[in-house]
């Protein structure tokens, strides 16, 4: 069996990455992760099967939480470093089936694999179709992937200082049963809505670990043109990652500047009193092969959204941290405090001209819960009066295709008597197009990250109660959600545990959707496709 991947968006065709990974991973780094999470699977059932206390497993949980963010979608394309990570995960799982007695166990807690050659042997046998079944495929696929983005969001908290046994032990119970044969399609079912469940209760406690660090999100306005200091571009969503290096440029007259999704940051209070916090520069991760030409500086990443850098000179001026990596890179790692030290980045960038200005003005953004509920009364005489009709949730990921102008088209027709929220950096397909406001309330209330996309369920139940409803889909909102990679499939699960119906999700479903299991979703939860821009407005305004 050679690589084959169908996780992302922009799969090949729409079926699946046999080759290459659009997103640019070889056939030997996919094998590899294929493998990891074939062991973490393994780690789970011995967790799982022995009764083990995940409370007491602190150094084990992290671990896996970051072997499976390695797997995410553009977030390590360095073999190398994945086959480490799998060495290191069958000698804890080694270590962990040694302190129980549990006489039957699968395979992938036992196979042993001490070469890349064995390993990629291995890999060849244990992929996605490896499971016959497609129906079963496909459920458990969509747990996988849900699992995957939860672990993302679990280990910015944890990094922060926040972790729930509960949410860790769920992740063990869900891969272990992505290997019991015994679990009927309808069993799967029942376990892709428990992950929605816990969906729920990562994004609450990454929203706990941010604001009670970081301070609540407020309507901020971010510059998106640049200064004339030497400059360092950050990129990802790891907040601690930002903070540590915007500590360590305080005072040395380089400025910093976020990047894609961690353009957020800016909203939160704590980073305010940073001077050298220059900025936003750019957009949407896709677009960062030409941005960061222009750049000039040090990129850092902190987690997912790397595309392979089309020339030596940028290469040479990318580090990676975390969970990332690319081949050729400098890899940063943390101390056994969490410290990571930056200080190689803040040298280069003194050595190399200022970034080049690509663009000029700024956004606005900050409307997370707890600003939003600040303007509730408002919100609220908006909607009774008539002044806002509608409001749109436009939340997800952006992308490469064409396909995806469709957003930015249906951003610009909407009647100006409806109002967008988002989260997320499909954000980047309208926070700069001038949609003006109603009555003072911008038409664009970005929430901030992906991860953010709670804030969006908290505001659509916090007015489920002002209006006194008893259904949240009975609210003047509609849900067109663009997703991309594995987070915004625990943030579709946990809307689909929440009861929002009806959701559109594009550009094109999943292609690890088997027809079986898209029409479940399609007649229980009234999951649909996008058509043209012009057509879905005039339905949903119907």
């Not at 989260?423 to 953010?452: E, M, S, T």
């Amino acid at each position: 069996m050679g690589m084959f991947c169908y996780q992302c968006q922009e799969t090949a065709r729409g079926t699946g990455c046999e080759v290459r990974g659009v997103c640019g991973k070889t056939e030997e780094v996919a094998k590899l992760q294929d493998l990891l999470i074939y062991t973490m699977k393994g780690i789970s059932e011995i967790v799982v099967k022995g009764k083990l206390d995940v409370s007491k497993m602190d150094d084990v949980n992290y671990e896996v939480l970051s072997s499976l963010f390695m797997t995410i979608t553009n977030a390590n394309f360095d073999g190398e470093s994945i086959e480490k990570q799998i060495n290191k995960m069958i000698s804890i799982r080694n270590a962990l089936r040694k302190t129980v007695s549990v006489s039957s166990l699968h395979d992938a807690a036992v196979f042993e694999a001490d070469s890349k050659t064995a390993m990629l042997e291995k890999a060849a046998s244990i992929g996605v179709l490896s499971t016959e079944n497609e129906d079963v495929r496909s459920l458990r696929e969509m747990i996988t992937y849900g699992i995957k983005g939860m672990a993302a969001y679990a280990e910015h908290a944890k990094n922060i200082g926040k972790e729930n046994p509960e949410i860790n032990a769920f992740i063990y119970e869900a891969l272990a049963a992505t290997l019991d044969d015994t679990l009927s399609a309808d069993d799967l079912v029942a376990l892709t809505l428990k992950t929605g469940e816990y969906g729920v209760k990562v994004m609450a406690l990454l929203d706990e670990a941010n604001t009670s660090k970081f301070g609540n999100p407020e309507i901020t306005e971010v510059s998106i043109g640049v200064r004339k200091n030497p400059a360092i571009l950050i990129s990802g969503h790891d907040l601690i990652d930002l903070e540590q290096l915007l500590d360590q440029t305080k005072g040395t007259g380089v400025d910093v500047y976020t990047h894609g999704e961690m353009l957020p940051a800016h909203y939160y209070p704590a980073f305010k009193k940073y001077d050298n916090f220059a900025g936003n520069y750019g957009n949407a991760w896709w677009k960062q092969v030409g941005e960061f030409e222009s750049f000039h500086g040090p990129i850092l990443f902190t987690t997912n959204c790397i595309v392979p850098p089309k020339s030596e000179e940028v290469r040479n001026r990318i580090f990676t941290t975390g969970s990332t990596g690319f081949p050729g890179c400098k890899h940063i790692l943390a101390d056994e405090n969490g410290k990571k030290d930056f200080s190689e980045i803040i040298a280069l960038a003194k050595t190399l001209p200022s970034p080049e200005e690509i663009e000029t003005g700024s956004i606005v953004g900050g409307f997370a819960h707890n600003q939003v509920f600040a303007l509730a009364d408002k919100v609220v005489d908006a909607v009774k009066s008539g002044a806002i009709k509608k409001f749109f949730v436009m939340a997800g990921c952006d992308g490469r295709m064409k396909s995806r102008d469709y957003y930015t088209e249906f951003a610009e027709k909407l009647p100006k008597d409806t109002v967008i929220l988002t989260a997320g950096c499909a954000k980047y397909r309208y926070n700069k197009l001038n949609l003006g406001d109603i009555d003072g309330i911008p038409r664009v209330l970005d929430a901030g990250q992906c991860n953010d996309s709670y804030s969006l369920a908290l505001i659509a139940l916090k007015l489920k109660e002002v209006f006194e409803l008893d259904d949240i889909n009975k609210l003047p909102i509609v849900y067109n959600i663009a997703w991309y990679e594995q987070k915004a499939v625990i943030v579709l699960l946990a809307l689909l545990y929440l009861g929002v119906k009806n959701i559109h999700l594009g550009p094109t479903l999943p292609g690890f959707l088997s027809p079986n299991v898209a029409n479940v979703l399609i007649e229980k939860f009234g999951i649909a496709g996008i058509g043209t821009a012009q057509e879905d407005i005039e339905m949903f305004m119907a």
